[in-house]
């Protein structure tokens, strides 16, 4: 980090008086986002929903978070890949389908719509077909942007990619040490086997908090 930070130094001693002299620099876009707290029982994750860039799908969350389904659902999936240094994957969670929780589902957002992209600690929300997604959701454990629309693709599936929705802002080490939680061998079918947690994580609750005070 040191090395890292003497490199920049540099460049922002010659930064500065070029920026002072250039008053046609264009801001940075500024859209509205929520911040969510997740509660589990390891920690807390708290997460900023992208309100006005995925509007679908992050009115689709924030309902499950206002009207408490997501309250007592867990972390279940840990799903680690076999390339790329540890960890790397990704960690799922939510209704699981379940009857008393689960809301219709909601049209599809792709990333060539919102802008948005499966980097690391992004939320984004699990689906079978495209237009299919409820109340379950992963958080991205380094960057996995395959996962993000990908239009001159023949399969469907990955032309809708998936829908980006939010950014973990503050806990990326709770959801470090959830992934990191042994997997049963023999829970799950298919593709699922062995992605799926021995215990799963519980989310006690979920809320909207109001962002820190002088913060934009």
Same mark, same amino acid.
């Given at each position: 980090?040191?090395?890292?930070?003497?490199?920049?130094?540099?460049?922002?001693?010659?930064?500065?008086?070029?920026?002072?002299?250039?008053?046609?620099?264009?801001?940075?876009?500024?859209?509205?986002?929520?911040?969510?707290?997740?509660?589990?029982?390891?920690?807390?994750?708290?997460?900023?929903?992208?309100?006005?860039?995925?509007?679908?799908?992050?009115?689709?969350?924030?309902?499950?978070?206002?009207?408490?389904?997501?309250?007592?659902?867990?972390?279940?999936?840990?799903?680690?890949?076999?390339? *790329?240094?540890?960890?790397?994957? #990704? $960690?799922?969670?939510?209704?699981?389908?379940?009857?008393? =929780?689960?809301? @219709?589902?909601? &049209?599809?957002?792709?990333?060539?719509?919102?802008?948005?992209?499966?980097?690391?600690?992004?939320?984004?929300?699990?689906?079978?077909?495209?237009?299919?997604?409820?109340?379950?959701?992963?958080?991205?454990?380094?960057?996995?942007?395959?996962?993000?629309?990908?239009?001159?693709?023949?399969?469907?599936?990955?032309?809708?990619?998936?829908?980006?929705?939010?950014?973990?802002?503050?806990?990326?080490?709770?959801?470090?040490?959830?992934?990191?939680?042994?997997?049963?061998?023999?829970?799950?079918? *298919?593709?699922?086997?062995?992605? #799926? $947690?021995?215990?799963?994580?519980?989310?006690?609750?979920? =809320?909207?908090? @109001?962002?820190? &005070?002088?913060?934009?």
């Amino acid at each position: 980090m040191t090395r890292i930070l003497a490199a920049l130094a540099p460049l922002t001693l010659f930064a500065t008086p070029i920026a002072a002299q250039d008053d046609s620099l264009p801001e940075a876009d500024i859209y509205a986002t929520q911040l969510v707290v997740i509660e589990t029982t390891m920690g807390d994750i708290t997460v900023e929903i992208e309100t006005e860039r995925a509007p679908v799908t992050a009115g689709n969350f924030l309902r499950y978070v206002d009207e408490d389904r997501f309250d007592g659902t867990t972390f279940y999936r840990a799903m680690h890949l076999d390339w *790329g240094e540890p960890p790397n994957g #990704l $960690l799922q969670g939510g209704t699981q389908m379940h009857p008393d =929780r689960v809301l @219709d589902p909601i &049209a599809h957002e792709p990333t060539t719509q919102t802008g948005l992209s499966h980097t690391n600690g992004a939320l984004s929300m699990a689906r079978y077909d495209p237009g299919s997604a409820t109340g379950d959701f992963s958080i991205m454990i380094k960057d996995q942007t395959g996962l993000d629309a990908t239009p001159a693709s023949s399969d469907p599936s990955l032309q809708a990619g998936f829908a980006v929705f939010g950014q973990v802002v503050a806990g990326m080490d709770v959801v470090h040490a959830i992934h990191a939680l042994p997997p049963d061998p023999h829970k799950g079918e *298919g593709w699922m086997k062995g992605q #799926l $947690l021995a215990d799963p994580v519980e989310i006690i609750d979920m =809320r909207r908090v @109001d962002a820190p &005070a002088g913060t934009d």
